[in-house]
């Protein structure tokens, strides 16, 4: 999989912990930072991400800040993305299974490595069920035109 990957200063070492993991199962990883844990902005990182998977470039993305909720704040800002602030595996699945999330998000500042690993390893490896779960996306999609 082509797998974006971005985060602020406060999910900098988590973003680099599972991109680390990314890789070694395989990915092809697209990181577009930031770069260090020093102070930045975080909505340019969560906008050029999510509009990587918008476009097709990239099958999913990983974002980390602080909480995890500013990434996705920002990343469904963009036509086509639907993120999900997972703090959990479960969490993680069911986005995947019923809303056909395409883009996960981390708390850099409250999970555990190992916590993030099996939450991008559930959404990533968990496919869209579609039937009535696809109508109601389709909803989604067109308050997206509204």
Known sequence: MNIVIGSDHAGYHLKEH????????????LDVGTTSPHSVDYPGYAREAAALVASGDADAGVLACGTGNAMAIVANKVRGVRAVNAHDPAEAEMSRRHNDANVVTLSGGRLAADDADAIVAAFLRTEFEGGRHA?????IDALERA
């Open 18 to 29: 599972v991109k680390a993991g990314l890789i070694a199962a395989g990915h092809r990883i």
């Open 135 to 139: 109508r109601r996306v389709d909803q």
